[in-house]
């Protein structure tokens, strides 16, 4: 390559750089200024990507009411903690639906929600869902329950607690099922730290983690039951299972104390059966129990598609977040010490 | 030559100006290294602008980012900075992703220059299409990089091999993503080459390895180990294609990209900041050792 050609390349991706640039700061300022015709409200929407389908359908009835009549939407989706913080350095946003309480905590510290968000009957949940064992289809390794997981063979994949959030729920239900089952602290360390013995990558997201298995890393995935519903929805061919002992998963949503009103009412439309009708579609278990529940594709039994395991535990059945984060996850916590012990001897 | 000041945040715009710079520099050392001692005295009113312009902007883009990154990484006191760097799983991170760049750089170093020597001194059916390929690593997405990567070398991989989620995985991506840099530092270099040179040493009764290491090399040295450091500091910062591919297992193939995320993700800032302080320092080492070995080679000339 010439030096002429060269700088004729350098000129190309400089224009390309602007026009992205261009791009990019146009739709910043589509979403800052956006002028509203005469009469419609336009509300922001921040949320990680798992839902959005659920969100936009939920949307759409939410038009047909009255107080949704004339609403329009700026959606931004992408993992659950950026996007949190995302709002935390002024991403404008009137409701935020994440995978995390504490990713509505930040911005309650912040002074961005107010400190009652968790006052309403669902305490600020807004989307429940189950940690679930994924094998390949026809469960060539026999895998029935947790206890299976640790036995010679298996290759386990589950996101990475430490870079992703939501991926702490497969490590908590991981532990919590043995205290669950009768077991002790001690016993639920050891069944840990065979878990990880037997861990083979630990991808930074939920979504990163599925490829990960359907590229054939591993012959187990920890997730979550509406992710695998979902990637049967798409046409993924993978069986799941849901343990006896389980985690139920609750994702948080919440509207910001200087948001348009609209947006309580959108958060109100959310909670009812019609909004929470929309999740049960996309494989999420419904937090209003008076929701029906038609049939749901890619479910296990899409007929009856969410069977309430016998020990299905919370997360305040371990303490809540914060005890949960110190007891587990912090630096000195469990698992960087199981980390540590398992990495070391591998 | 200190390409871009070497630094993280720069690196996507440096291969465009280390190619420029070792243009610029392709002849002997001393004959560019005159005018620099003397424009520092001979600034007329339009080159002091360009200068303010020149400033002004690298301030804005990289000299303030970089500043905020340090001011960041102490809001902790030395304690934090302390507590963060000495974390053995920290320790075990850095430590591969300084061994696998010194590894990659290393091979870069050899094999870019093949590279770029086969392009421009070989006339052969398919060049053009080479040099438009050379530079896939610098256009693909790297998550891209790292879904092509685990087809190739995972456990679907076509070639019989499964090095997913193992060391070797973090050595091929780097590789990957990093190839680029050498070839296109040396390759305008190569091209300016008088090749008249080499036939006066072959004349002169100097064997072709002789005329290599006292005409060619001292030569390519300013060239290569930009490119090298570039190389170096793009494999460091790596994250993108490692995603599916390395398996993130700490103590065995975190790098040490997934442990600032982590620390953001934990909402630990201050630790995140100083994990990110000590891969510029890195990086400032890596160059300046380049640096001085490109002086000393050069010095041959």
């Not at chain 1, 300022?29 to 002028?35: D, H, K, V």
């Amino acid at each position: 390559m010439s030096i002429r050609q060269l700088a004729r390349v350098r000129a190309v991706a400089a224009l390309i750089a602007a026009a992205s640039t261009a791009l990019l700061t146009g739709c910043v300022g589509g979403a800052a200024t956006a002028p509203d015709a005469a009469g419609t409200t336009t509300l922001h929407l921040v949320g990680y990507a798992v839902p959005k389908e659920a969100n936009n359908a939920i949307q759409k009835k939410f038009a047909e009411t009255p107080e949704g009549k004339d609403v329009t939407w700026q959606e931004s989706y992408g993992p659950s903690g950026d996007q949190s913080r995302a709002v935390l350095n002024g991403l404008k946003a009137d409701y935020v639906n994440f995978s995390l309480e504490g990713d509505v905590t930040r911005l309650v510290k912040a002074g961005l929600v107010a400190e009652d968000w968790k006052s309403a009957p669902t305490k600020g949940i807004v989307s429940d869902s189950a940690v679930v064992i994924v094998v390949q289809k026809g469960n060539p390794l026999g895998i029935k329950d947790w206890s299976d997981l640790t036995k010679p063979g298996v290759k386990i994949v589950t996101p990475n607690p430490a870079s992703s959030g939501s991926a702490r729920w497969n490590i908590l239900a991981a532990y919590q099922q043995v205290i669950a089952n009768g077991g002790t602290d001690a016993e639920a360390k050891a069944y840990l730290t065979k878990f990880f013995n037997h861990v083979a990558a630990l991808p930074g997201s939920g979504r990163d983690a599925t490829n990960a298995f359907l590229q054939g890393a591993a012959n187990v995935l920890i997730s979550y039951e509406n992710e695998a519903i979902l990637a049967r929805q798409a046409g993924e061919d993978f069986d799941y299972i849901l343990p006896d002992a389980t985690i139920k998963i609750e994702n948080p949503g919440a509207v910001l104390k200087d948001a348009n009103p609209k947006a309580d009412a959108y958060l109100d439309f959310v909670l009812s059966t019609a909004g929470q009708e929309e999740f049960v579609k996309k494989g999420f278990r419904p937090v209003i129990a008076a929701t029906p529940i038609g049939e749901v594709v890619g479910a296990n039994n899409p007929a009856s598609p969410f069977p309430v395991p016998p020990k299905l535990f919370t997360i305040s059945d371990l303490g809540g977040w914060d005890a949960v984060n110190a007891k587990f996850f912090d630096d000195g916590g469990l698992v960087p010490a199981i980390q540590k012990a398992t990495g070391r001897s591998q | 030559m200190t390409p871009s000041a070497g630094t993280v945040e720069a690196q996507q715009l440096a291969p465009t100006s280390a190619a420029e710079g070792a243009t610029s520099v392709g002849g002997p050392r001393n004959r560019h290294r005159l005018p620099r001692a003397k424009s520092a005295t001979t600034l007329t009113p339009i080159s002091g602008l360009g200068l303010g312009i020149a400033l002004t902007w690298f301030s804005l883009l990289v000299l303030i980012p970089l500043t905020a990154v340090l001011v960041q990484a102490s809001a902790g006191g030395w304690q934090a900075y302390w507590d963060a760097l000495t974390s053995p799983q920290t320790l075990a991170a850095l430590k591969l992703t300084v061994g696998q760049a010194v590894l990659v750089t290393g091979v870069n170093i050899i094999m870019g220059t093949a590279i770029a020597w086969v392009l421009v001194r070989d006339q052969f059916v398919g060049k053009r299409l080479l040099e438009v390929v050379i530079d896939i690593p610098f256009a693909l997405p790297t998550i891209v990089a790292g879904l092509v990567l685990l087809s190739l070398y995972g456990p679907s991989s076509p070639l019989g091999v499964n090095w997913a989620n193992t060391r070797i995985a973090v050595f091929l991506a780097f590789l990957f993503v990093t190839l680029p840099f050498i070839v296109r530092t040396v390759q305008p270099v190569l091209l300016e080459l008088e090749q008249e040179v080499e036939e006066a040493a072959a004349s002169l009764g100097a064997r072709r390895s002789t005329t290599f290491r006292l005409v060619i090399l001292p030569s390519l040295a300013p060239a290569i180990t930009s490119g090298a450091a570039l190389s170096f500091c793009r494999a460091i910062s790596e994250y993108g294609s490692l995603v599916l591919l390395s398996g993130n297992l700490p103590y065995s193939t975190e790098v040490a990209s997934v442990r600032i995320l982590s620390s953001v993700e934990g909402d630990k800032l201050t630790e995140a900041a100083a994990l990110a302080s000590i891969l510029l320092v890195v990086a400032l080492i890596v160059i300046i050792t380049l640096d001085l070995i490109s002086r000393r080679v050069a010095r041959y000339a």
